[in-house]
């Protein structure tokens, strides 16, 4: 099929650039495949992230959406210190759980409305809501004059957070090209622990500023500042090309992509593929409930319950309980001052940021599988440390337990941090990614809820030793669940993630556990057999390419040759 001359003539200027219009037999939508991106120039191949300036502000942009949520979750530790002797609730840990973790019950609300207003009014006008709901609520928040006031600004603030979770991996994932989507993606978790550091250093400064009575109502509040400018900056960013040609305004998306792209070329291209991919995922969702493709399916089921199994371990790795109750942790078990306690947790916040941006030069070049498989049993090993500096002297323990928490942030930043976040923003195909996001991120608000209510419960029962072990224990299990079942999704075009699980996860684990018994075997020195081993999801891959070329033979269409 080939589009209106109408819809080809708009691509004929690029940024900053004047071209030719581009002649009709270009435009045939059989002259691209779904499932390659050869035709990236060579410039493209040697320079990924040479890209646009609207690229770029774009996604800045969208980052500024989650700079407020990074703020709060570090605010919320600060901010512990002054409001729990002001209410009057220090020795009740339940509560004390339920103030922080209520925000997850918000988030979950706030995931059905992203739904609503990403499928008809796009991820701006997503964002733009976000942002105007999280002003509100953290004004109440700040305002609130008892802990039974608080809980529901607290709510309000967690619906805008389930927004963004929802949107800006997926907008970030929509505008990138494929050779760096893996980090822009990863920006996400770049731009919390930014907002993270930003939030403690807020912290140390109010902390100071009778912090029982009015320096807890400033942290608090602080996020405001962010999510008020991010209402008006979201509309000079474009909207994601995906959702416009999926809403048929396809002048809108090519003019777009024009913005997005360094070349008018990849922009067509671009669009082409797209727009086959939207018109496959609409044939496919025809008639479908599709939470119950989510299951009937084998492909997406395997999908599904691997990003869960992201999820899971990223939430339990034990990284939020350094995130919102640091402050505590360092003030009851390590016996410091509320405003040393304060001060010390911006160290562990300045380690977050300034680790992350590993990711960007790691994630696409090393792949999602090897970041987990390299970073889970350092993060392991720091959780012990951090168990056993509470016994002996205390300038020891602390020296283990500052040294545990800042190599164990250095681990997760790049890694447990980032990867989930990309994997499950890019692993869906795009008929059910809605679906398939909205199931991964309830579970992980209730892993996250789980661990932040727990802990104040936790603690006061097991005490730190028992609480961090059981950290270091689901860390464990979290290298050997990741070594068997998680795939290597690097690479792979959104087009192509419905191949990747073609095959079962039993399937998938002996391929890697034959991997890494060769992989064993040439550390040491053993001889190994040369036969190539072929991974089941590049082998799917390759099946799929075939298959292509197999329906094209049948059709009549030309074969593309290499």
């Given at each position: 099929?080939?589009?209106?001359?109408?819809?080809?003539?708009?691509?004929?200027?690029?940024?900053?650039?004047?071209?030719?219009?581009t002649e009709n037999e270009n435009w045939k939508e059989e002259t691209v495949e779904d499932l390659d991106d050869e035709y990236l120039?060579?410039?493209?191949?040697?320079?990924?992230?040479?890209?646009?300036?609207?690229?770029?502000?774009?996604?800045?942009?969208?980052?500024?959406?989650?700079?407020?949520?990074?703020?709060?979750?570090?605010?919320?530790?600060?901010?512990?210190?002054?409001?729990?002797?002001?209410?009057?609730?220090?020795?009740?840990?339940?509560?004390?759980?339920?103030?922080?973790?209520?925000?997850?019950?918000?988030?979950?609300?706030?995931?059905?409305?992203?739904?609503?207003?990403?499928?008809?009014?796009?991820?701006?006008?997503?964002?733009?809501?976000?942002?105007?709901?999280?002003?509100?609520?953290?004004?109440?928040?700040?305002?609130?004059?008892?802990?039974?006031?608080?809980?529901?600004?607290?709510?309000?603030?967690?619906?805008?957070?389930?927004?963004?979770?929802?949107?800006?991996?997926?907008?970030?994932?929509?505008?990138?090209?494929?050779?760096?989507?893996?980090?822009?993606?990863?920006?996400?978790?770049?731009?919390?622990?930014?907002?993270?550091?930003?939030?403690?250093?807020?912290?140390?400064?109010?902390?100071?500023?009778?912090?029982?009575?009015?320096?807890?109502?400033?942290?608090?509040?602080?996020?405001?500042?962010?999510?008020?400018?991010?209402?008006?900056?979201?509309?000079?960013?474009?909207?994601?090309?995906?959702?416009?040609?999926?809403?048929?305004?396809?002048?809108?998306?090519?003019?777009?992509?024009?913005?997005?792209?360094?070349?008018?070329?990849?922009?067509?291209?671009?669009?082409?593929?797209?727009?086959?991919?939207?018109?496959?995922?609409?044939?496919?969702?025809?008639?479908?409930?599709?939470?119950?493709?989510?299951?009937?399916?084998?492909?997406?089921?395997?999908?599904?319950?691997?990003?869960?199994?992201?999820?899971?371990?990223?939430?339990?790795?034990?990284?939020?309980?350094?995130?919102?109750?640091?402050?505590?942790?360092?003030?009851?078990?390590?016996?410091?001052?509320?405003?040393?306690?304060?001060?010390?947790?911006?160290?562990?916040?300045?380690?977050?940021?300034?680790?992350?941006?590993?990711?960007?030069?790691?994630?696409?070049?090393?792949?999602?599988?090897?970041?987990?498989?390299?970073?889970?049993?350092?993060?392991?090993?720091?959780?012990?440390?951090?168990?056993?500096?509470?016994?002996?002297?205390?300038?020891?323990?602390?020296?283990?337990?500052?040294?545990?928490?800042?190599?164990?942030?250095?681990?997760?930043?790049?890694?447990?941090?980032?990867?989930?976040?990309?994997?499950?923003?890019?692993?869906?195909?795009?008929?059910?990614?809605?679906?398939?996001?909205?199931?991964?991120?309830?579970?992980?608000?209730?892993?996250?809820?789980?661990?932040?209510?727990?802990?104040?419960?936790?603690?006061?029962?097991?005490?730190?030793?028992?609480?961090?072990?059981?950290?270091?224990?689901?860390?464990?299990?979290?290298?050997?669940?990741?070594?068997?079942?998680?795939?290597?999704?690097?690479?792979?075009?959104?087009?192509?993630?419905?191949?990747?699980?073609?095959?079962?996860?039993?399937?998938?684990?002996?391929?890697?556990?034959?991997?890494?018994?060769?992989?064993?075997?040439?550390?040491?020195?053993?001889?190994?057999?040369?036969?190539?081993?072929?991974?089941?999801?590049?082998?799917?891959?390759?099946?799929?390419?075939?298959r292509e070329e197999e329906l094209r033979r049948h059709s009549g269409e030309p074969v593309k040759n290499g």
């Amino acid at each position: 099929m080939t589009m209106s001359d109408k819809e080809n003539s708009v691509f004929t200027q690029g940024e900053g650039n004047i071209y030719t219009e581009t002649e009709n037999e270009n435009w045939k939508e059989e002259t691209v495949e779904d499932l390659d991106d050869e035709y990236l120039t060579e410039e493209e191949k040697l320079h990924p992230w040479k890209q646009t300036k609207t690229f770029y502000w774009s996604v800045f942009v969208a980052s500024v959406a989650v700079l407020f949520y990074g703020i709060d979750i570090s605010a919320i530790s600060g901010a512990q210190v002054g409001y729990k002797p002001h209410f009057h609730i220090s020795s009740r840990t339940n509560l004390v759980g339920v103030m922080v973790s209520c925000i997850y019950f918000g988030t979950f609300v706030g995931v059905f409305v992203a739904l609503f207003t990403n499928t008809y009014f796009g991820r701006r006008f997503s964002i733009c809501v976000a942002a105007i709901l999280s002003t509100g609520g953290c004004l109440w928040e700040a305002l609130a004059p008892s802990w039974q006031v608080f809980i529901p600004g607290r709510l309000i603030v967690g619906i805008s957070y389930g927004i963004i979770g929802e949107t800006a991996p997926v907008f970030l994932a929509e505008m990138a090209p494929t050779s760096i989507r893996g980090g822009i993606v990863s920006l996400y978790q770049q731009v919390i622990t930014i907002g993270i550091f930003i939030g403690y250093l807020v912290n140390v400064i109010f902390v100071w500023v009778d912090y029982k009575v009015t320096g807890w109502r400033i942290m608090i509040g602080v996020p405001m500042v962010p999510s008020i400018i991010e209402v008006f900056l979201i509309w000079t960013a474009p909207e994601s090309p995906r959702w416009l040609i999926k809403r048929g305004r396809l002048e809108q998306a090519k003019n777009n992509l024009l913005k997005l792209r360094l070349y008018p070329e990849t922009a067509e291209k671009d669009f082409v593929r797209i727009k086959k991919a939207i018109e496959e995922d609409e044939r496919l969702q025809e008639g479908k409930n599709l939470m119950l493709e989510l299951i009937r399916l084998p492909f997406l089921r395997r999908a599904v319950l691997v990003g869960i199994m992201e999820m899971l371990f990223q939430q339990m790795s034990g990284m939020n309980v350094f995130m919102n109750y640091i402050d505590t942790v360092f003030q009851e078990n390590i016996h410091m001052s509320s405003r040393d306690s304060v001060a010390v947790s911006l160290f562990p916040g300045f380690v977050n940021m300034v680790s992350t941006p590993i990711v960007f030069f790691t994630i696409d070049r090393y792949g999602r599988r090897t970041l987990q498989l390299v970073t889970f049993p350092i993060m392991f090993l720091m959780l012990l440390m951090v168990l056993f500096s509470f016994y002996g002297d205390r300038k020891v323990n602390l020296a283990f337990f500052i040294i545990g928490v800042i190599f164990f942030i250095v681990a997760y930043s790049p890694g447990a941090g980032p990867v989930p976040w990309t994997f499950c923003a890019e692993v869906f195909p795009t008929y059910v990614r809605a679906a398939g996001t909205l199931v991964t991120t309830f579970f992980v608000n209730a892993f996250n809820f789980a661990l932040s209510f727990s802990w104040p419960s936790m603690e006061a029962a097991w005490g730190p030793q028992g609480s961090f072990g059981f950290y270091a224990g689901f860390n464990f299990l979290g290298i050997i669940m990741q070594f068997l079942f998680l795939p290597e999704t690097k690479g792979y075009t959104l087009e192509q993630m419905k191949v990747v699980f073609e095959e079962g996860l039993f399937t998938i684990a002996w391929y890697h556990i034959r991997s890494g018994w060769r992989s064993l075997r040439k550390l040491l020195g053993l001889p190994v057999s040369n036969s190539p081993l072929v991974s089941p999801y590049d082998k799917a891959v390759a099946l799929s390419r075939a298959r292509e070329e197999e329906l094209r033979r049948h059709s009549g269409e030309p074969v593309k040759n290499g």
